[in-house]
């Protein structure tokens, strides 16, 4: 065996043995005809036969499902893909890499393309994708609500000490972006977030933090220079528009007040222009 299939198997079987050789042996060969031999049809091929083998609730069904579903994303299997995956995100161990890897190919197959961009969500369609490790796609929906003609986007959050989370909105366009407009109201009590935006480089800017009323909407507008360095509030630095390829809408609730709990954000009539 080659000194590079080594160093992976070392790797890949590092706490091995603790869910038995068997298995271990299996999905190290599984993996590695997908990853070094370049091969997701065999691969596949072992992690089917390693599924039919295992109790349905064997503590390594998560992995195995994962790994596959990494290989039959490979294979242009793309349903097939997201079955499993969906079944490694509440798995207790793969769990937060499935969210995040889940999270992150649909927020590639939902990239704005051009400009202007507008989503009202009545066709049901919404291109902000749910923020990882924690949460799940279902987490977004849209729904109709008494006091707003239409439907609106939902996004159902449990607010918890010291904890922040997301929603995301990628675009990769010609010209560049100069403003964002959305509208927003919170259910069950205020909610306070903060819009950063994401250059090519990986660098953030920021907003003010907003306060979303529970009982009225708030209209919402930014234009892309008024963001600051999110490290670096005071700096004079100005983000620009050409390399912004990220919106992120960031629940910050919990740093700012003292409610916790269930509460839905509801959003309607993004633009970006």
């Known amino acids: 065996m080659p000194a590079a299939w080594l160093a992976a198997a070392a790797v890949l079987c590092g706490a091995a043995w603790a869910d038995g050789p068997e298995e271990w042996a299996a999905l190290y060969n599984g993996r590695l005809a997908g990853a070094v031999d370049r091969d997701p049809a065999q691969a596949i091929s072992v992690y089917d036969a390693v599924l039919a083998y295992l109790d349905e609730d064997d503590p390594l069904r998560g992995e195995l499902r994962y790994w596959r579903g990494r290989a039959r994303l490979d294979l242009g299997q793309r349903d097939g893909a997201i079955e499993d995956l969906q079944a490694a995100a509440e798995d207790a161990r793969l769990g937060p890499e499935a969210r995040t890897f889940l999270g992150r190919l649909e927020l590639t197959e939902s990239t704005v393309t051009s400009l202007p961009f507008t989503q009202d969500f009545d066709d049901g369609e919404r291109s902000f994708v749910r923020g990882w490790p924690n949460g799940r796609r279902d987490d977004l929906s849209v729904v109709r609500l008494s006091d707003r003609p239409g439907q609106v986007l939902a996004w159902r959050r ?116």
Do not use: K
């Open 158 to 273: 449990n607010v918890r000490e010291a904890e922040s989370d997301s929603i995301l909105l990628a675009f990769a366009v010609d010209s560049a972006p100069e403003q964002l407009r959305i509208t927003a109201r919170a259910d069950a009590f205020d909610a306070r977030l903060r819009i950063l935006l994401e250059d090519v480089e990986g660098r953030r800017w920021t907003a003010p933090v907003l306060v979303i009323p529970s009982d009225d909407w708030l209209s919402v507008e930014l234009g892309v220079a008024s963001f600051v360095p999110a490290e670096a509030p005071a700096s004079r630095a100005r983000p620009s528009g050409a390399a912004i390829r990220r919106i992120e809408i960031r629940d910050v609730t919990a740093f700012h007040t003292a409610d916790r709990g269930e509460n839905r954000l509801f959003f309607d009539d993004a633009e970006l222009h």
